[in-house]
Every structure is written in structure tokens, then in C-alpha cells.
């Protein structure tokens, strides 16, 4: 089996080559950029299996990395960076990041996002909520519509773009309407359980998906919050 390209988007050199030492150690391949332009230039020509981005890159700001990267590819995008603000994480999910790890991190943690990643991609095909016999084609409540086959989701009509951690999240709900699922059960189907900062992550997503599907997201009708407990997918719309 040949061994997972990664390629790490970092301008401090420091920070850069202890992210490669510890992805090598674990087998991986790495390519380094250390600017936006090289980065898009690798993300094109290298095919990598997984990207780690950091935001505040010299030549061009890392939105715009993901942006250009999105257009031409859909490889996991994983944001690396100072930047804490709930905002600015929900506006690189809303570019197209899939996942986001505030510095300063923990190598183990990065590698474990690393993990979550490359299961996801591989497993692009396969929806992890349910076991297979029980499994339905489709889901729709109001406006809604899931295609599970397809992956395919859309409001109106209009085709919605998740990426895959945002779709899985919406799949797990979605096979379990009417249900209030869990802050640690949604943590467990989608992360495994073993990643620092899940609930805030999962937080965020949850906010970025309303943002893509709910026409008021400060009022949603399909995403229900059971304030202390979980999440809950409207059945009855």
C-alpha cells in the first residue's frame, strides 16, 4: 500500500518542520509549501491525500487558498491556525475547510484529525449512521432533501455543497429525525471519540450547516438544539 501524501501549507519554518517530523514518523509522505501560490501549485500537481493549512500565510491569506483549491478539488482541507474566533472557523468551513485546530495544538491531536480525514475520504461512499440493511434511498422534511445514494443534498430544490464531515453530520440526524442525538453519540459516529475540542467543533459545524440549509439559521426549522443534551433533526415541518 503506498504510504498518504500530506501536503502542509505553513510560512514559519519552525512550526513546519515539526509538523513533517511528526507526520513522517507515522509513515506519511510530506510536501512542504510555505506560501498560498505554492500550495494551490502542489494541491494541482501533487494530488495529495490531505492538505494543513495555515491561515495567515504571507503571499495570500489561506480563505483564498481554500477557495482556489475547491475549484478544482475536493481533498480534505484541514486548517491549522491562531485564529480562535468562532467567526473566522465558520467562515473557512463556509469556503470549504473540513476540519479546523486552533494553535497552539498537540501533535497528537493533529494527527488524530489527520486520521479522521483520510477515513472520511476513503470512506466517501459509505454513511456511517446506520448499519447497511437499514438504510433507506432518501430523506425530505419541508424544503429538505437527501439523496443518500448520491450524497446529495438540497433546499428547494437548489443543490447544497457540504463537505464530508458537514454531510455525515446531516446523514446521522437525518437517519435518526425526531430524535434528540447526544452531544458525545454525534462525537462518537463522526470523530470516534478520540479528538481534543469536539463539542466546540461540533458547534461550529453545526453552525456553518445552518448557515446552508435554514433560511433564518438564528431561527432554524431543522436543526433543533436540546439545550445541554444534543441536536435533533425536525420531522414535523
Not at 155 to 173: A, D, K, Q, R
Request: aromatic residues 6%; proline residues 3%.
Amino acid at each position: 500500500m503506498s504510504k498518504k501524501l500530506i501536503l502542509v501549507v505553513e510560512d514559519d519554518s519552525t512550526i513546519r518542520k515539526f509538523i513533517c517530523t511528526a507526520l513522517t514518523t507515522q509513515d506519511y509522505e510530506v510536501i512542504e509549501s510555505s506560501t498560498g501560490k505554492e500550495a494551490v501549485q502542489n494541491a494541482i500537481a501533487k494530488s495529495p491525500d490531505v492538505m494543513l493549512l495555515d491561515l495567515g500565510l504571507e503571499d495570500i491569506d489561506g480563505i483564498d487558498v481554500i477557495k482556489t483549491v475547491r475549484q478544482i478539488s475536493d481533498l480534505p482541507i484541514i486548517v491549522v491556525s491562531a485564529r480562535e474566533q468562532d467567526r473566522e472557523k465558520v467562515e473557512a468551513f463556509d469556503t470549504g475547510a473540513d476540519d479546523y485546530i486552533t494553535k497552539p495544538f498537540s501533535i497528537v491531536e493533529l494527527l488524530a484529525r489527520v486520521r479522521v480525514a483520510l477515513r472520511h475520504k476513503e470512506n466517501k461512499s459509505v454513511d456511517i449512521s446506520m448499519p447497511k440493511e437499514e438504510k433507506e434511498d432518501t430523506f425530505s422534511v419541508g424544503d429538505l432533501f437527501i439523496d443518500y445514494d448520491k450524497r446529495k443534498v438540497t433546499v428547494s430544490g437548489e443543490n447544497i455543497h457540504l463537505t464530508p464531515i458537514e454531510y455525515e453530520i446531516l446523514s446521522l440526524l437525518a437517519r435518526n429525525h425526531g430524535k434528540v442525538l447526544t452531544h458525545n453519540y454525534i462525537i462518537k459516529k463522526i470523530w470516534g471519540g478520540v479528538i481534543g475540542g469536539e463539542t466546540k467543533s461540533l458547534r461550529v459545524f453545526m453552525a456553518t450547516i445552518r448557515r446552508k440549509i435554514e433560511k433564518q439559521p438564528a431561527n432554524p426549522q431543522y436543526i433543533m438544539t436540546e439545550v445541554g443534551v444534543g441536536y435533533r433533526l425536525n420531522d414535523e415541518i
